[in-house]
């Protein structure tokens, strides 16, 4: 494929090359003279990757594949290739032994590794005969055992040569012939790795899985997915998954199981602790299915009502909060005025060049900006006559000084403090209580200030 033509989304097939461009890949894959499939990377360089998508479909009536279902992630402006691209992995098909693509167009996703592997070992086209989903797994053996895809390819090439029981085992499966047997009864276009992986753990923690479905004489997509979520297995009888096996629609989908899902999550939503028996057939689940949705239905109408009136409770706290900030604002308002409006008591302590007496709110506020202090809120102390505020000047020292009057009807110093709350020098200290001691002589005021 040239540059140009490697620029804009397509599929070609040419020289014995599958060209697939995507507006996120450029690919290429060829099957002679050894199955290779490389991705352009940023750098420029071709690299070996294992694609996942589906490379061949089952043919139709007259002998053609249908279509290709793998979009590759194209964009609409695209979607007009699909002649282009049938008639490219139609070329590629043709490059096959019909026996392998036989085998291999049964799988809907992760053809590649089979592909290459029975192409590498004949003993693994022969168990793809016998044994398909098993020569499915042991192809994509990386699934199972985290190992790089190169190296698991090689590991797979080994194992081929092993009995089927001994490649489950290896595979993490029961090494057994039961479960050889049920191996040979799933479809394989009902699984993927990550369907099979999830089998593989179902049968090890519960052996009731296996149990199930040797009874059954095929296991189709619909049977799969019901019996590998542990969840819903106790509400599953083998004759709801003899019926769902003999459904046409459930061979390669899983719309019972979907169905039961759907409804179990719903009633953990609405009602965890309720029992549910096991469903005998698909029409028990349809019928659980519709009680929960109309179940599922009411809990989300209630919880809708319940949050609606927690948001209008809300809303009306809110309001009445913001009304009563606002009350507050307007009494705090007033009762500023009615501060501003008033003058404060006479002095319990006449005060001195250096320690002035303050008279009134005014003052008092001036007072507090110009020391960063929270003078300002003795107010109604100072009106009711227990306190009293003082500016002091010592030399180059300002001070805010507060007395209080104790029970003794004696004048004590409450607070001095500099600027911003800081302690004053001793020589301040002193000189307060000089004054003090000058000024009340330990005399007794009986009388509230301002009475």
Not at 145 to 150: E, F, T
Not at 154 to 161: D, K, M, P, T, Y
Request: charged residues 25%; proline residues 5%.
């Amino acid at each position: 494929m040239s540059a140009a033509a490697a620029s804009r989304p397509g599929f070609a097939f040419a020289d014995g090359v599958l060209w697939i461009n995507t507006p996120n890949a450029e690919m290429r894959i060829r099957w002679r003279p050894s199955p290779i499939a490389e991705e352009r990377t940023s750098r420029g360089e071709w690299r070996e990757f294992w694609p996942d998508f589906r490379l061949l479909e089952p043919a139709g009536a007259e002998g053609t594949p249908r279509r290709f279902t793998v979009d590759l992630c194209l964009p609409p402006e695209a979607q007009d290739l699909a002649g282009s691209k049938q008639a490219a992995f139609t070329a590629f098909r043709s490059e096959l032994p019909d026996r392998f693509s036989q085998v291999t167009e049964r799988f809907c996703c992760n053809q590649w590794a089979l592909l290459r592997m029975m192409q590498r070992q004949k003993g693994v086209a022969d168990l793809a005969q016998s044994n398909p989903v098993l020569a499915y797994c042991l192809a994509n053996n990386h699934q199972f055992r985290n190992h790089p895809q190169h190296v698991a390819a090689i590991e797979g090439l080994f194992q081929s040569r092993k009995k089927q029981k001994e490649i489950l085992a290896w595979l993490g499966f029961p090494g057994t012939e039961p479960m050889v047997r049920l191996m040979r009864k799933i479809l394989p276009g009902a699984v993927s790795p990550s369907i099979l992986r999830c089998l593989r753990n179902a049968i090890n923690e519960d052996q009731r899985v296996l149990e199930m479905l040797t009874h059954l004489r095929e296991v189709t997509a619909g049977v799969l997915d019901l019996v590998v979520d542990l969840r819903v297995l106790d509400f599953v009888t083998p004759r709801l998954l003899s019926e769902i096996a003999a459904a046409p629609e459930e061979r390669l989908d899983a719309r019972v199981a979907s169905m039961l899902f759907d409804a179990y999550a719903r009633l953990k939503m609405t009602d965890p602790q309720r029992h549910v028996r096991q469903f005998t057939n698909v029409g028990k689940i349809s019928e659980f299915y519709r009680e929960t949705a109309a179940e599922y239905a009411a809990h989300v109408a209630r919880r809708t009502q319940i949050e609606q009136e927690r948001q209008a409770r809300a809303a009306e706290e809110q309001r009445l909060q913001r009304e009563a900030n606002r009350l507050r604002r307007e009494e705090n308002r007033r009762r500023r005025e009615k501060l501003w409006a008033q003058q404060f008591p006479q002095p319990p302590i006449q005060g001195t060049d250096s320690i002035r007496p303050i008279a009134n709110y005014g003052e008092l506020v001036a007072e507090g900006n110009a020391q960063r202090n929270c003078v300002a809120s003795y107010a109604d102390r100072v009106l009711e006559g227990w306190t009293y505020i003082y500016s002091v000047r010592n030399m180059d020292e300002r001070a805010t000084l507060s007395i209080i009057r104790g029970g003794d009807g004696i004048w004590r110093c409450d607070e001095l403090k500099r600027g911003g709350n800081r302690r004053v020098r001793r020589s301040t200290v002193n000189l307060v209580r000089q004054w003090l001691r000058e000024g009340s002589q330990n005399k007794l005021f009986p009388r509230s200030i301002g009475n």
